[in-house]
């Protein structure tokens, strides 16, 4: 599928961010100025190969038999600068620096929009005349000058410019570089196989026109909307081989799959009407394991109050030396001291609750592997009691409580999900809270709201405890 674009399409006009904005610079008399929508592959070209802009006084006539270099490289190919196709259409919508188009299963994101371009006036001239005259051309000059949009004379301090050849030059504008930024990359994102952190440094995403990531060897790779920059622009992914993400969408990933083993140097926002921000780093890339490589431990083991041992089978290379790094339960991360490494996996100790813990081993060379079990209680539906509107929990060899139980469950009120709420419904004692509210888009909203003596029906589920479902009368 071809997915070079310039369109007239847009998904908003830009927003200003809290970037300072770039003021007007001084134009040049030999230059006309304008936005224009590119494609990714147009984008990133002048960016990726410093190319330089023509000087105006040289650039007075097309080059309509060039080949056009953005093909000749490939960046038009599959997986490389094509658009970003995808199923979520709602996030897909949320990148205003983006033009997209609506297909039947969802949104291509095609490229930056409104990106501010300069031609010398001697070249539109030449493209104009060859325009009318109905001149062939082979690269996307013409293209270029057809869609420009708001013509003027006045010039930003940031803009490319379009060469004689069809390509558009690296951006011309201020690059400043950020201090006291704290960056970090880990191998165990559900979004990619690497996931890079940026903290430090005031992002908008909806400035964020393009992301540059720079290696110790030189290679430099663009950065694409939704696969790459992410609607928190501080958190960037990327994936080196096939990679599915939650939302079911596939991640692009042929441009970056020398990237294992290499270490990034360098991150640089373009950002749109601002200085772009330029990060020094250094991020190792740990080498991606083959899929003969994994750790595995039983799908659940029973929570024990003397210490909970989740056994890890590993089958990892011989030239590794994995170590036990981290656990998490559910999303969050475990702190250290609830738990120890043991000589076949990992023991958590007595506040480690029942739910879904993953135990993430990390080695220097490779990257992190990890396992996920389910913690269980032996609790079961008829240990959790409901009697004279007091909520129980059975005594039970476990040492579990009324407490912990409360603490895991997410609540449906009447088939609605109220969320993790349990023990803003009951008391310590058990007892309903009939005053019960939960927060929502800056609102407590009273969850037992209705006529007086009226009846819920409550359903708690919890991860690694049973579910439970109550008539609730407050």
Not at 78 to 91: L, M, R
Not at 94 to 110: A, D, M, R, Y
Not at 346 to 356: D, I, M, N, R
Request: hydrophobic share 35%; proline share 3%.
């Amino acid at each position: 599928m071809k997915k070079k674009i310039v369109s007239l399409l847009m998904a908003g006009a830009l927003a200003t961010g809290s970037i300072a904005m770039c003021g007007a610079a001084e134009a040049d008399s030999e230059m006309i100025y304008g936005t224009l929508n590119l494609s990714y592959a147009d984008y990133y070209y002048g960016e990726l190969n410093d190319v330089e802009p023509e000087d105006p006084a040289q650039s007075v006539a097309g080059q309509y038999d060039a080949a056009d270099p953005i093909a000749e490289a490939g960046y038009e190919e599959e997986g490389i600068y094509d658009a970003v196709t995808s199923a979520t259409t709602q996030k897909s919508k949320n990148f205003p620096s983006t033009f997209i188009e609506e297909v039947e299963t969802g949104v291509n994101i095609l490229g930056v929009s409104q990106v501010h371009v300069a031609i010398s006036k001697a070249l539109y001239e030449d493209v104009q005349k060859a325009i009318e005259d109905g001149k062939e051309c082979s690269n996307s000059l013409i293209e270029f000058v057809q869609n420009m949009e708001n013509i003027s004379e006045t010039a930003l301090a940031e803009y490319k410019v379009i060469n004689s050849d069809g390509t558009i030059s690296k951006t011309v504008g201020n690059t400043v570089t950020a201090d006291d930024v704290e960056t970090s990359i880990v191998t165990t994102s559900a979004w990619g196989n690497y996931q890079i952190t940026v903290e430090g440094v005031d992002l908008d995403v909806s400035t964020v026109q393009g992301v540059v990531i720079e290696t110790e060897d030189g290679a430099k790779y663009g950065l694409e909307h939704l696969d790459n920059i992410w609607l928190r622009a501080g958190e960037l992914g990327v994936a080196v081989k096939e990679f599915q993400e939650p939302h079911g969408n596939q991640v692009a990933y042929q441009r970056f799959e020398d990237l294992p083993g290499k270490t990034i140097t360098k991150i640089t926002y373009l950002i749109a009407d601002a200085d772009d921000i330029e990060i020094e780093t250094s991020l190792f890339c740990k080498e991606q394991l083959s899929d003969e490589y994994s750790v595995q431990s039983a799908e659940s083991v029973s929570y024990d109050p003397e210490g909970t041992k989740i056994a890890v089978e590993r089958n990892l290379p011989e030239d590794s030396h994995y170590v036990l790094s981290s656990v998490k339960k559910g999303r969050a991360v475990v702190e250290e001291g609830m738990y120890e490494a043991s000589e076949d996996g990992v023991v958590l100790g007595a506040e480690c609750k029942p739910g879904s813990y993953t135990v993430i081993f990390s080695d220097e060379q490779y990257a992190d592997v990890q396992t996920t079990c389910l913690v269980t209680s032996d609790l079961t539906a008829e240990d959790i009691t409901f009697d004279g509107n007091v909520l129980s929990v059975a005594e039970n060899a476990q040492g579990l409580t009324l407490a912990d139980y409360l603490a895991a469950v997410t609540v449906t009120v009447d088939g609605n999900a109220i969320g993790s709420v349990g023990t803003a419904i009951f008391n310590e004692d058990g007892t309903v809270n009939p005053d019960a509210t939960v927060a929502a888009k800056g609102e407590e909203t009273v969850i037992f709201g209705g006529e007086e003596g009226a009846s819920y029906v409550v359903t708690m589920e919890a991860v690694g405890f049973p579910s439970v479902e109550i008539t609730v009368t407050p």
